[in-house]
């Protein structure tokens, strides 16, 4: 491949909006150009990259017997009407109607697309399990789309979909998927981290998602510094530094030796820091109070304090039923913060947020700042543990200017449901091993849930087992972005001089920068161009009329992993030689002419064999 028969239009200048390398770099290697915000297109160099990421998860994929598809990117609005997601994805997901007046939907993510193809012939329990898999293109109307393709609204996703007769199978396939990401992420030498992930709204029983280490990361993790554990903020947990009491009994006995509950004037007292100032103690004595208002709560409430006429309805046919909205007191310790994910999973809330000041002072009868758990009623009052342990504590008095102190849990209060909602943060204890946790930014490449049977209930989705029995499958959903991995392996190989490919997704193996292209030099580069076509490389030669400075400094920024330098002088030695020089190493080394394909073919092979394994 000759360069000047190629369209790779690489640049100098950054532009404007890369505030990161692989942004900067794609763009300026000719890799990627943008159409519009959030649009990116592939020239043919990226494409290339592209294509061998591709091809990789397309092997590790077929490893563990899934089996590629092609669904449509478009995609009819009514099997996202049957799933109840059509209300759900809000204005994320980009729609259209067409000429009949037909609801259409351009793909975010396909397991209302995929479960509606397999319905139509899944027969058999003999059929299960199956796995399915696309690469394709998918859209999502993110509101700020930034970091180049790490962050765009049209990005293409490898995403896979399992169905099983039961939960054993289910797991199994959900570990082969785990197993076949870590190797996907090794052969592109990618330093990934995989953390435990919250499945929330997504329903089901487990979730692993798979970060990298990233500046510009949207995830917070928290890992440890002794054992291997790793999770998502949203999902992380930590060991109690208290002792949490084993009942609401034992949580009253020992609180026995608290004074008896009495109110404080605390005038234009409203943050928890004044009143620290005001009582001259530590917020770890006070309980937050916070209200929150849910939406599509999934949780049964006919029970809970207040809800019993609460409005109650199934979005679709077989899908569960959902409060359309409900309020919820939440307690917490004064020095610790309510985790929203932790708190929606645990209501299996489709959305949830802090009340707005109107609601909470219909609710608590009080202005904003005075709620508290005594004498609040009408409403389901959520206590993380951390409130269990607490047997002298200040809250609001649910008026104006007054708080309670001498507040026991189990004595003046309980709640309705005990559960660990809190954010962890940097400094809290590893719930496997103890030792302080650590945070760290990420961004997701990849995440594997299972959903169990939130898609194949309300979709009908069913087969006869071996009794002849009508049974629903159970469901498992497996997605990575492919942009985002190309983009990351960027981030973690570069230098100031640009990309430094892997050699499993360079857009080819060897670059032959000819120093003049004419004459006997023209005559070697072409030559070795041919013997490394042969031997299963793919080459490209500089065949620009530029300074070697020029074709130097474009062969560094586009990265390719091996350079073979031909110039005048070397070949007028008695043995003509090449230089060569792997990309990100400093030093050149001399080969003979005549052997340089083959010991370029047998570092290539090295090197492969090193990622692959
Ligand atoms: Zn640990």
């Known amino acids: 491949m000759k360069l000047t028969q190629t369209f790779i239009p690489t640049l100098r200048e950054v532009p404007a909006d890369a505030v990161i390398a692989s942004h900067r770099l794609m763009f300026r290697a000719g890799m990627i150009r943008k159409l519009a915000n959030g649009l990116f297109a592939y020239l043919p160099l990226g494409l290339r990259s592209l294509r061998k990421l591709e091809q990789i998860i397309r092997e590790e994929m077929d490893a563990i017997n899934a089996q590629e598809i092609k669904p449509t990117v478009v995609v009819p609005g009514e099997v996202w009407k049957e799933s109840g997601r059509w209300e759900a994805m809000g204005d994320a997901m980009l729609r259209a109607r067409n000429r009949l007046g037909v609801d259409l939907v351009v793909s975010p993510t396909a397991e209302e697309a995929v479960t509606a193809l397999v319905r139509d012939d899944l027969s058999s329990y003999r059929q299960l399990p199956l796995s ?30 399992s169905y099983h007769a039961d939960e054993e199978s289910l797991d199994k ?95 234009s007292v409203k943050t928890i820091g004044d009143l620290c100032v005001f009582l001259k103690t530590s917020a770890k004595n006070f309980i937050k109070t916070l209200i929150y208002r849910a939406v599509n709560v999934e949780l049964d409430l006919s029970a809970a304090p207040g809800c019993a006429s609460l409005e109650r309805r199934r979005p679709a046919p077989g899908a569960p039923e959902l409060y359309p909205e409900a309020f919820f007191a939440v307690l917490i310790r004064g020095d610790l913060d309510v985790n929203e994910a932790k708190l929606a999973a645990t209501l299996k809330a489709g959305e949830l947020a802090l009340a707005a000041d109107t609601d909470v002072e219909r609710l608590t009868g009080a202005p904003v700042g005075f709620a508290g758990p005594v004498g609040l009623t009408g409403l389901p009052i959520i206590v993380d543990q951390t409130v269990t342990a607490m047997g002298d504590a200040v809250t609001g008095a649910l008026a104006k200017d007054q708080h309670y102190r001498h507040v026991a849990y189990g004595r003046d209060f309980t709640g309705w449901l005990v559960q660990d909602i809190r954010t962890v943060k940097d400094g809290d204890l590893c719930p496997h091993c103890g ?30 087992d071996e009794h002849g029995k009508t049974q629903t499958p159970t469901m498992g959903s497996y997605g990575i972005g492919l942009d985002r991995t190309l983009a990351s392996v960027i981030e973690e190989h570069h230098d100031e001089n640009g990309i430094i490919w892997p050699v499993t997704l360079a857009p080819c193996h060897v670059i032959i920068v000819p120093v003049k292209y004419n004459g006997a030099v023209k005559t070697t580069a072409d030559t070795l161009e041919k013997e490394l076509e042969q031997l299963g490389l793919e080459v490209l030669v500089d065949d620009r009329d530029e300074r070697p400075g020029v074709k130097f400094k474009d062969a560094d920024l586009i990265g390719i992993p091996f350079r073979v330098v031909v110039g005048d002088k070397n070949l007028t030695a008695s043995t003509p030689q090449v230089e060569i020089r792997r990309r990100g190493k400093v030093e050149n080394r001399l080969v003979s002419a005549a052997a340089a394909a083959q010991e370029l073919a047998a570092m290539l092979r090295a090197e492969l064999a090193a990622l692959n394994a």
């Open 435 to 464: 030792t302080s946790l650590y945070e760290k930014k990420g961004n997701e490449l990849g995440h594997i849930f299972k959903l169990g049977y939130k898609y194949t209930r309300p979709m009908n989705v069913s087969y006869l």
């Open 132 to 161: 399915l898999y696309q690469i394709n293109s998918k859209y999502r109307d993110e509101i700020r789309p930034r970091y180049g393709v790490m962050r765009g609204r049209e990005f293409i996703m490898k995403d896979a979909y």
């Open 173 to 267: 396939t959900y570990r082969d998927m785990g197993r076949a990401y870590r190797r996907v992420f090794r052969r592109c030498g990618l330093t990934v981290i995989p953390v435990q992930a919250d499945s929330g709204a997504m329903g089901g029983s487990g979730s692993e998602e798979f970060m990298v280490e990233s500046e510009i990361g949207d995830n917070t993790l928290l890992l440890c510094k002794s054992c291997d554990y790793a999770a998502n903020v949203e999902k992380a947990s930590c060991k109690p530094d208290f002792r949490p009491p084993p009942s609401v009994e034992a949580a009253r006995e020992a609180s026995s030796s608290t004074p008896a509950t009495e109110i404080i004037d605390t005038p």
